[in-house]
């Protein structure tokens, strides 16, 4: 029969509009009766990259590709032979076709872009012009480049030797300085761990495009609870192990360490932090552990330390008095190239100086926080503003002011570390004990996170950002979760970083007022606490003075008492010896009177 047409309808706008999109739904049915014994999953499949360096070929056997002037003239009179330029003809002919298409063709256009905004339309007009929130009404200080900012978890690093009985902990991540695809992740067992030399020592480099499996293994003698790359020569590697000593690693020479330090000369607890500093050949390292001391180093020579100081307090008035044990550190050679900021487990911050005048290298001390500092940072626009990690808080300190002058509301969790963006100076991240990573944005929010993303049932345990788009964290199960920040959180749209000059601009205004603030706040309780000591000097003078006066009528009574005393004693003394004379005068008569007696007898017996 022929083709007819039985229906024609005629696109119709007002039916588009009343249109209503579905939710996307699958349903899955299977009518053939299941056979399988089990189900099973396809295998995963290892890959890897492998390539080669090809620097020179392709010449004739009378050409030395090593000498300049021969590659020359063979390369002249190929391009005198009449096959090389026919074949650099057609070469041109076929890039020219496709040059001409790709400018006839917009590759990027965007389709239906009209309808959306013809949506958004009826959107609004339904709403009503009238119907505006009152926070629309508020002039917002940084404009969000999306809706709905969001940290995006590309991929989780798993650690291959781990299982559910025997899991190691993600303590450290330190990103190649050179390549922001590799990442190098120190793996130490936890604390609570019964047996932990039954536990895997290795640590890994890992390939953000090859997540299946780590491009490298170091294989140090003791497990690492941090690593750092040479900022200059990323082959080489520092780590500080749980032990106490110190490892270098070059991955040009194999997994195993290059040269470590002697256990004598090490520490005698664990290494929480480890960091290069500025020297002539890049070789010097410092270290520092819970055992109070803090050590620099040559790793040409990790036999025996360069300096050695004690993390020790010895002036009262600095607020502290002792030995403190280390908990973070961070060099910011931008700031000084022989200051460093240390976290210590009395949950004080200290400002050290290495090559201080005074026998006290402590210069400063910041006090706040109620337990140990497990990270602590220098903003990277505004060096003299830095942030500490610790207890259920994050604050922001001025090196001015021994107290804060910006922290976070307390949290429900305890945290456990943070660190700056390197890409907006007003953003932060802090990972918590409940397996949360938190985004804040001090300048849009201060109150709360603007973005919270729960990676992990376990801690988190370290956390590191690269260029300030992507972040990595680790936690306690052995696991480096991999996220993208969105444009606005990072600042960065299709590789390019924007400016944050007025960025900037605003978080030093709100540094500077908060500042201003506490040092108004700082000078009342100094101004407070003088008066107070004036009043207890003046009590404590007036008892003085009452306690003399006191004293001296104590002293008159007592003196009176003394010479009624005395008086007392000579009047009884006087009239013991009247009664005394008198006693004596009695007996002397008596005994006259005996006397004349026996001579009256003695008479009348004569008579």
Request: charged residues 30%.
């Amino acid at each position: 029969s022929p083709v007819a047409v039985l229906c024609d309808v005629k696109p119709s706008t007002q039916l588009r509009k009343q249109f209503v999109h579905r939710t996307p739904a699958q349903r899955a049915t299977q009518a053939a009766p299941k056979i399988a014994f089990k189900e099973v999953n396809t295998a995963v499949k290892d890959f890897k990259h492998t390539g080669m360096c090809h620097l020179e070929g392709g010449w004739p056997l009378d050409v030395d590709p090593s000498k300049i002037d021969q590659k020359q003239r063979y390369q002249r009179r190929v391009e005198k032979e009449e096959r090389y330029l026919n074949t650099l003809g057609e070469m041109v002919d076929s890039n020219h076709h496709y040059l001409k298409q790709n400018s006839s063709l917009d590759i990027y256009e965007e389709y239906f872009q009209e309808e959306e905004v013809e949506e958004n339309e009826d959107e609004e007009e339904e709403k009503g012009a009238g119907a505006k929130s009152s926070s629309d009404s508020l002039s917002k200080p940084v404009k969000l480049a999306t809706d709905t900012p969001a940290a995006t978890l590309l991929t989780v690093f798993k650690d291959p030797k781990s299982d559910p009985n025997s899991q190691r902990c993600a303590n450290y991540i330190s990103w190649n300085p050179s390549d922001e695809t590799k990442l190098a992740a120190a793996y130490c067992p936890p604390l609570s761990s019964e047996n932990p030399s039954a536990l895997s020592m290795s640590s890994y480099v890992w390939d953000v495009n090859n997540p299946n499996k780590p491009c490298f293994e170091f294989s140090p003698t003791a497990p690492l609870t941090c690593i750092e790359y040479n900022p200059k020569d990323t082959s080489v590697l520092i780590g500080g192990a749980t032990n106490g000593t110190l490892f270098v690693f070059d991955i040009r020479r194999g997994s195993r360490s290059v040269d470590y330090s002697h256990m004598e000369n090490s520490h005698s607890d664990p290494v929480y932090a480890v960091s290069w500093i500025q020297s002539k050949l890049n070789n010097e390292v410092v270290s520092i552990s819970i055992d109070g001391k803090m050590v620099f180093w040559d790793v040409r020579n990790l036999g025996e330390p360069m300096e050695s100081f004690n993390l020790e307090i010895t002036q009262q008035n600095k607020g502290y008095f002792g030995l403190m044990g280390g908990m973070s550190l961070n060099y910011d050679t931008s700031y000084s190239s022989s200051k460093f900021l240390i976290g210590t487990e009395q949950g004080i911050a200290c400002s050290f100086n290495r090559k201080g005048k005074k026998k006290d290298k402590i210069e400063r001390a910041y006090f706040g926080h109620h337990g140990p500092i497990y990270a602590l940072q220098r903003n990277l626009f505004f060096n003299k503003y830095f942030m500490t990690v610790g207890d259920w808080t994050a604050r922001i300190y001025n090196e001015e002011l021994k107290t804060p002058i910006f922290e976070t509301s307390y949290d429900s969790s305890f945290l456990t570390s943070g660190c700056w963006s390197p890409s907006r100076p007003g953003v932060f991240y802090t990972t918590k004990m409940d397996g949360t990573l938190d985004v804040w944005d001090i300048i849009y929010n201060h109150e709360r996170p603007l973005v919270s993303v729960k990676l992990s049932d376990s801690a988190l345990t370290s956390i590191n950002v690269s260029s300030g788009r992507y972040v990595a964290v680790g936690d306690q199960a052995g696991s480096v979760h991999f996220l993208e920040l969105s444009p606005d959180l990072s600042n960065i749209v299709d590789g390019e970083k924007f400016s944050v000059d007025s960025e900037k601009k605003e978080l030093v205004e709100m540094f500077e007022r908060e500042l201003n603030r506490e040092k108004t706040l700082e000078a009342n309780r100094i101004r407070a606490e003088k008066d107070q000591k004036r009043a207890e000097k003046k009590a404590q003078d007036d008892d003085e003075k009452k306690n003399e006066r006191d004293a001296e009528a104590e002293k008159k009574r007592q003196e009176r008492e003394a010479k009624l005393t005395e008086l007392e004693n000579s009047y009884l003394n006087s009239l013991k010896q009247v009664d005394e004379t008198t006693n004596n005068e009695v007996v002397a008569d008596e005994e006259e009177e005996d006397v004349d007696a026996e001579e009256n007898e003695e008479d009348e017996d004569a008579n």
